[in-house]
Each structure stands twice: as C-alpha cells, then as structure tokens.
C-alpha cells in the first residue's frame, strides 16, 4: 500500500510507494492527479499529468511502429489508462534507480490489484493483458516499452 502525504511547502497531496508495490487506487481525477508529485517537484517544469501524457504517447508511436494499432491519442483515452500512465510516472520519480524490470513489475501488480489477468490478446472489458507476465518473459519488443516509458520520465522531469 501507499503512504499519503502532503508537501510541507505547498500542501500538495501525494502518495509515498514502496518499489515493490502498486500504487493505491484512488478516486482521483487526473486534473488532481497532476499536482501530486514527490519530493523536489517544486524544481520541475512539467507536470506528472504531462509527463504521462509524453510517455503515452511515444508508447502509441512505437506501437504502431511495431504494427499495433490500439492505442489511443491521450485525449481519447479512457481515465484508466491515463491513471495507469500517472501511476508509472509516480513510481519512477518515487524509485529513481528503478529499472525497467521493476517498471513492468510496478505496471503488473497495479494491474493485478485492479483484477486483470493474463489473456492472449487485450481486452479492457475482460480485463486481460497479454503482457501479464513476469518481465523476462515479454518478448523483447514489449520489454522495450519499459525502457523508453523510464527513459521519457527521467528525461522530462529530469531525474538524476
């Protein structure tokens, strides 16, 4: 489970997650969301709201790069997805050494507390995901999206 807090300079209310564990489900909407951020965010230019929208969507481009087509543009997808691109957002800048094995793992357990489960082909209204599966074994081309989804947060909210 995760930690609420709040910002002793600015009162913004945010949550504190252990690496291992997926991040509380919350009501929230993502406009609220966005001002939930982790230590030092006073410094950052870019919110956690538009560095999950960056990463959306460059995970969109290379989907269609790699002939996946179902992803929508940001501003079409539904609150979930956009809520789970928040949540992996939090997790990099909560667990700034986390790699993409520990990304996929993160992205696994919020999926599995959410009540999906693995199916061969992703199917939101069933709630199963073909990537339910320990990292090591997503072919290498989903493993690449671990990469560049750390890659993109690090880089927009630069985190050393």
């Excluded at 709040?6 to 997650?17: T, V």
């Excluded at 539904?78 to 992996?88: F, Y």
């Excluded at 693995?118 to 199917?123: A, E, H, I, Q, S």
Aim: charged share 25%.
């Amino acid at each position: 489970m995760c930690d609420r807090i709040r910002c002793p300079k600015c009162k913004a209310e945010f949550f504190e997650c252990a690496a291992d564990k997926a991040e509380e489900a919350t009501p929230m909407t993502p406009d609220e969301i966005e001002d939930i951020t982790p230590p030092g965010h006073h410094s950052r230019s870019l919110s956690t709201q538009q560095i999950a929208r960056a990463a959306h969507e460059i995970n969109r481009a290379y989907c269609e790069a790699i002939g996946d087509h179902s992803q929508p543009p940001w501003e079409e997808a539904p609150l979930w997805q956009k809520r789970s691109a928040m949540g992996g957002v939090l997790f990099h800048l909560w667990n700034r050494h986390a790699g993409p094995e520990a990304s996929h793992e993160n992205w696994l357990a919020q999926k599995k507390a959410e009540g999906w489960t693995y199916g061969p082909v992703k199917d939101p209204e069933k709630k199963q995901h073909p990537c339910m599966v320990p990292f090591e074994d997503l072919p290498v081309e989903q493993q690449a999206k671990d990469y560049l989804f750390r890659a993109v947060v690090h880089a927009l909210a630069l985190v050393e």
